[in-house]
């Protein structure tokens, strides 16, 4: 799998396009203090996030972070033990699902295998009491908009896997609802089909203009297809902020270690007063000034880090270091190299193919200063 890479100058930052509209009914969903337990175990605590009108919003942590809930939370399917649900400046804390608007897409398909595509479309319109002649223009639509017109008089098990989604979101989408919730639907699909399906859900938000929230704890999924991603750690928020800001910005340990592949490698330090670190390996100045001064955890991307034979030049104002390679991963178009830096390991992208490294090499290892992350091992702070 190649590494999860946002192709910026470092330090740039870029605003979301704005989604194109259509006249569909939409709405913003706000979340205010929402908690939820379940026996012992605290699923949602002080839950606070406000989804804008026609936003794709994703929902990023791994499992048992409460994504799941606090989508059935959305939806009505879970009530709150404490806080507020509101869509379209309405309190809906208290209704029952039916009277939301709101349309879930699951993680399984659940499709009626005796009915048709066209049936299965149908369904939940029936189901509303909605007329043959509105029925027909709907999933007709729908259909045209998924790419499955030519499935619609065929039943699910005759349909590939990617077919079988794109039903289960037209579904959804049929209903022509304020808000759309997607609880992980790609996680079924092989590699291909997710990519396939990742580009069709942003042509299909980018269609119909509509508020979406998607749950994932793909990595590649949260970068590239909505305009913000929460962040989320034991039923709260960590960070919210759109997927670039998240990557290159990360206010917390927790996000720092979870967003990006190859994960961001971590060394013990210390600071000083003047927000200078000292590793086992190296020492430089760091922006880290408003920080308590003593002991801390530095980070690097493996993307961050160059490595080149020794006696090779690196750049004046570069930190640099020796280190032993430790291993070599070949990945197509980069290697992964495993370093051993003192008692640590550390891994580096290398994407030059004309340096081959191996295994026991001694190497010089560089990077620019301004790419180092400082936290602090109380707070979890990064600076």
């Avoid at 269609?207 to 979406?212: A, D, K, V």
Wanted: net charge negative; proline share 8%.
């Amino acid at each position: 799998m190649a590494p999860i890479i946002p192709r910026v100058r470092h330090g740039a930052m870029t605003r979301p396009h704005p989604t194109p509209r259509t006249p569909q009914s939409v709405a913003e969903v706000h979340l205010r203090d929402v908690a939820k337990a379940f026996g012992p175990t605290q699923a949602l605590d002080g839950v606070e996030l406000r989804v804008e009108d026609g936003e794709f919003f994703c929902l990023l942590g791994p499992s048992g972070v409460g994504k799941t809930t606090l989508l059935r939370t959305i939806a009505g399917v879970e009530r709150p033990d404490r806080g507020e649900v509101w869509i379209g400046g309405r309190d809906v804390t208290h209704l029952p699902p039916a009277e939301r608007d709101v349309a879930m897409v699951f993680e399984t398909y659940a499709l009626y295998p005796h009915l048709t595509v066209w049936e299965n479309l149908a369904y939940p319109l029936r189901e509303r009491r909605v007329g043959p002649i509105d029925i027909k223009r709907r999933v007709e639509r729908t259909a045209e908009l998924l790419g499955i017109t030519h499935t619609l008089g065929r039943p699910p098990q005759t349909l590939s896997g990617g077919e079988m989604q794109r039903v289960a979101v037209g579904r959804a989408i049929v209903r022509e609802a304020q808000v759309y919730l997607f609880d992980e639907p790609l996680s079924h699909l092989d590699a291909q089909l997710r990519e396939h399906m990742r580009a069709e859900l942003k042509r299909l938000h980018r269609e119909m203009g509509s508020t979406l929230i998607y749950a994932t704890p793909d990595q590649l999924e949260a970068m590239t297809m909505p305009d913000r991603v929460a962040v989320l750690r034991a039923g709260s928020v960590a960070q919210c902020d759109p997927p670039l800001e998240v990557y290159l910005r990360p206010k917390r340990l927790f996000v720092a270690r979870y967003v990006g592949e190859p994960p961001m490698n971590f060394l013990d330090a210390d600071l000083d007063a003047s927000g200078k670190v000292k590793t086992a390996a190296f020492a430089c100045r760091t922006k880290a000034r408003d920080m308590v001064a003593g002991a801390c955890l530095v980070g690097v991307r493996p993307e961050d880090l160059t490595v080149a034979p020794t006696g090779r030049p690196t750049p004046p104002d570069a930190v640099s270091f020796a280190a032993e390679v430790y291993a070599v991963e070949m990945c197509g178009d980069y290697d992964l190299v495993t370093l051993t830096v003192g008692a640590d390991h550390m891994t580096a992208i290398a994407s030059d193919h004309s340096t081959r490294f191996a295994t026991g090499q001694t190497v010089n290892v560089s990077f620019a200063s301004e790419r180092l992350y400082v936290i602090d091992p109380v707070t979890e702070r990064v600076a």
